[in-house]
């Protein structure tokens, strides 16, 4: 038993890579037991075993958002089960997770099972597919003094009759913007011209906007359906950057909902869970696999927070 307390942060979407997870499965009976479970449950609805895909790819494969959401979330999870048979059980302080990452932490605070955790983020990753090929839009990561006033301000002058919003604030430093393909364009040298370095994304379309709606409204009845519980270990909301109210479980899966459409406030969570839970040699921060991504974030957020990360064994 760890006498430190976690936090644990789990990435999302963009994350996945062939070979991930292989080798927690390899030398952690715990890591291989989700990805058979994950096999079961899945069967071949990807297209065949979720762990081959996870482990051989194709890449091609492993980045449409209904494969590379399951993955991600099996293998994250596989990865903190890895850790807690290697290293005894986490006396855990904070879950929270990027996008998909969110639902990985609701698991690990006990709000539902692996199992139905699966199954959520699969329907999850079929709708958001399915909304991005019908609109066909994009997203563009804008880097430098990306204040929130100036990246609406710029979505604003250049939006047209398309759809153009913030989706991600990862840092005071990188903010992503999510739309229309065509007032994409437009924003990449309007950005420039701002002062921004402007950076389209190579994603299947344009997450976190209005142009998921249709995957948003299906998604609140797949929430319907499963059972929640309070969680046992405190969880940060992505829509509002806040903690998840325990005690309101409608209130929480209309968040998830919620998601789909909204920017992510990955700065400012981090900030908040660091303000309400403290810090010190006694609160350790971990990022579980797959890659490093969220330990690259948090050098941005605050230094301060070591966060370890844990893509490998």
């Not at 519980?229 to 325990?246: A, I, L, M």
Request: glycine share 10%.
């Amino acid at each position: 038993m760890s006498e430190a307390q976690t936090v644990v942060l789990c990435p999302g979407q963009g994350a996945q890579y062939a070979g991930m997870g292989k080798d927690w499965a390899a030398q952690f009976s715990a890591a291989k037991a989700i990805f058979d479970e994950a096999d079961a449950v899945l069967g071949d609805a990807l297209g065949g075993p979720l762990s081959g895909l996870c482990f051989n790819g194709p890449q091609e494969q492993l980045d449409k958002t209904n494969i590379s959401q399951p993955a991600i979330y099996t293998t994250s999870v596989a990865c903190f089960r890895a850790l807690e048979q290697r290293d005894g059980a986490m006396d855990l302080a904070a879950t929270a997770g990027l996008s998909l990452g969110e639902y990985t932490a609701l698991h690990l605070a006990g709000v539902f099972s692996f199992a139905d955790g699966l199954k959520l983020v699969a329907a999850r990753g079929a709708l958001m597919q399915a909304a991005a090929e019908a609109s066909q839009g994009s997203m563009v990561a804008l880097s430098g003094d990306v204040t929130e006033d100036a990246v609406v301000q710029l979505c604003d002058a250049v939006r047209g009759d398309g759809e153009l919003v913030p989706a991600n604030y990862n840092s005071s430093m990188q903010v992503v913007i999510s739309g229309s393909a065509d007032a994409c364009l437009r924003a990449v040298p309007a950005a420039d011209g701002a002062g921004f370095k402007a950076t389209p994304l190579a994603v299947a379309g344009a997450f976190h906007s209005p142009l998921m709606q249709s995957a948003a409204d299906q998604m609140a009845e797949v929430l319907a359906e499963t059972a929640l519980q309070s969680p046992k270990t405190p969880v940060w909301s992505n829509v509002t950057g806040k903690r998840h109210d325990s005690g309101n479980l409608e209130l929480l899966a209309g968040r998830l909902v919620q998601q789909i459409v909204s920017p992510v406030r990955w700065h400012q969570q981090c900030l908040d869970m660091k303000q309400s839970i403290g810090g010190g040699d006694s609160l350790q921060w971990i990022e579980v696999s797959p890659k490093t991504t969220l330990r690259g974030l948090m050098k941005r957020i605050d230094r301060d927070i070591k966060v370890t990360s844990h893509d490998q064994p």
